[in-house]
């Protein structure tokens, strides 16, 4: 089973706005519930391909999630609980605070972790 088959049904973050972010992006979103990636700017211009950009936006599960970083991953054996934060607006905004589904996986573009009990519903727009 390939990791993106464990994402079957689930939701995923991805961390970057780079091609490859852009690339794992459309692939997660034959398999996952609902794909956001999270970038710090504010839009994917001036970091992704103009191709890739035009797929993700005609995705209706893929959504993104602009000047936004993970401030902390929270988890005991597993990540539970990312909290994400406006980089502007310093606003924090809690995704998955008590709620485990296993299988689910959290991904950067840089480094992959594979994780259980991350069940959280990306959110397109502002924190």
Request: include cysteine.
């Amino acid at each position: 089973m390939t990791e993106a088959q464990a994402c079957e049904n689930a939701d995923v973050y991805i961390v970057g706005g780079g091609n490859s972010a852009g690339q794992a992006a459309m692939y997660l979103s034959r398999f996952a519930q609902q794909v956001c990636i999270l970038i710090r700017r504010d839009s994917l211009n001036a970091t992704m391909s103009q191709y890739l950009i035009d797929q993700i936006r005609n995705t209706p599960n893929i959504s993104i999630l602009p000047k936004t970083v993970v401030v902390k991953a929270c988890g005991n054996g597993r990540l539970d609980e990312l909290v994400l934060q406006h980089v502007l607006s310093k606003k924090r905004q809690n995704e998955c605070k008590g709620e485990q589904i296993e299988k689910d996986t959290f991904y950067n573009q840089h480094k992959r972790a594979k994780s259980k009990g991350l069940a959280c519903h990306a959110r397109s727009g502002k924190l």
